[in-house]
């Protein structure tokens, strides 16, 4: 019964937001004509981040079709940016229209605008959402006629946000099948009809692999540790500062290196014998960090499948890594690396953390080893072609299942 009564609320909303969208509707009806499009990208953000680095390799795979991109929120870097504009596609910033508090009517005002360009193009496009929240605030407004896909990273407060929305999705992506069974458990506590379970379609996650041979500029008197990523609350890089600190205080020789911005995640300056790289955004630079490290570590409280995995196992790291989302799905203790106990406890995370590190140091050819076979099974599990060949099949399938 809780989704009946969400799509009662909903309902109840569209009338009051109804005006806004009408005045939006005959702005755009004003205002010169747009192009037609295949393909209408709805994102949130282009700064550092796996969901964005995923969002342009996805808008990468339609390269060849007349698509745009909207971006509907204040980013914070300016990291992806240039690979999304790479893509051919004409690229948008809406965010100052979107994504203002004090201003909230402009965003209701704009899903009118956003719509009407949808809905008045003669040739029907398809419209992907990229886990954006102005997308699923539109899509209510976009003609039944006219499909639409969502793809889903993780389960969180979109999870529940889209619930309103799932009438008006051809197809809801997700790229882990752990999250999948979240999600399916999701939906039946609401109640939510089974039809659109059945509309739940896995394709996981692709990245490009180095060349062959794989390239490693390791040192065999330290170990290099990789953290790569952002310093937000989920991803808890303090534990991995910890566990580099507990390791030399036990005598290891173990350096971290920190790709990514994290100082808004560390809890204590940071270390001398740690290296901080900061953002990259140069290929070459972010191909060295991959070389020169042994072991990629994670310690999120919550992932969906982190693209970084697949490129230090590309690379030929060994993993170390909480047990969440689809991780202990592909890495298996022992033989490519290690999975904590749990999630929860940081204390024991910290203290198990720090005992790979000295195993790791200890059995530096069987370290190596994980490393040399995560390469072969990350061309076999990860290339970007798959996750290409795998989107633009639905998109086939769904115009295939339109044609009269």
Excluded at 15 to 23: K, R
Excluded at 77 to 96: L, N, P
Excluded at 108 to 128: D, E, T, Y
């Amino acid at each position: 019964m809780r989704y009946h009564l969400v799509i009662w609320k909903r309902r109840i909303e569209d009338l009051i937001i109804w005006p806004f969208v009408a005045w939006g509707r005959w702005r755009a009806s004003r205002a010169p004509g747009e192009p037609a499009y295949d393909i209408w990208f709805l994102f949130p953000f282009f700064h550092t981040g796996g969901a964005e680095k995923v969002h342009a390799q996805l808008a990468q795979a339609f390269a060849g079709r007349k698509a745009i991109i909207l971006f509907t929120r204040h980013s914070q870097d300016q990291r992806f940016r240039a690979e999304f504009e790479k893509t051919g596609h004409r690229v948008m910033d809406i965010s100052a229209y979107t994504d203002q508090k004090q201003r909230y009517w402009n965003n209701l005002v704009m899903r009118g605008r956003i719509s009407h360009l949808i809905n008045s193009q003669q040739k029907r496009p398809v419209v992907i959402n990229g886990q954006c929240n102005f997308a699923y605030k539109l899509s209510r407004w976009v003609r039944k006629d006219i499909p639409q896909v969502e793809l889903i990273h993780s389960l969180n407060s979109f999870s529940y946000i889209r619930i309103p929305f799932l009438p008006f999705y051809r197809a809801s992506v997700m790229i882990s099948k752990n999250r999948i069974a979240d999600h399916l458990a999701l939906y039946e506590r609401y109640g939510i009809p089974s039809p659109y379970a059945e509309r739940i379609i896995h394709i996981g996650n692709g990245v490009p692999m180095p060349a062959d041979p794989v390239t490693r500029n390791t040192r065999p008197d330290e170990l290099h540790v990789l953290y790569a990523g952002r310093g937000t609350v989920e991803k808890r890089v303090h534990l991995v500062d910890a566990i580099l600190r507990k390791a030399r205080s036990n005598g290891q020789p173990v350096k971290g290196i920190f790709m990514g911005d994290v100082d808004a995640g560390l809890k204590v300056p940071k270390d001398p014998a740690d290296e901080y790289l900061g953002n990259l955004s140069d290929p070459e630079k972010i191909e060295d960090a991959y070389q020169r490290a042994d072991i990629l570590i994670i310690t999120s409280s919550e992932e969906g499948f982190p693209m970084v995995v697949m490129e230090a196992m590309g690379h030929g790291c060994a993993i170390i890594a909480t047990p969440v989302g689809d991780i202990p799905l592909h890495v298996k203790p022992g033989v490519n690396g290690w999975l904590f106990t749990r999630t929860e406890n940081e204390e024991e995370i910290i203290s198990e953390g720090a005992d790979y590190l000295e195993e790791a140091c200890r059995h530096r050819v069987g370290t190596e080893r994980m490393g040399h076979g995560n390469i072969a099974y990350a061309r076999a599990q990860f290339g970007l072609g798959m996750f290409e060949e795998r989107w633009r099949a639905l998109l086939d399938h769904i115009n295939e299942e339109d044609r009269p």
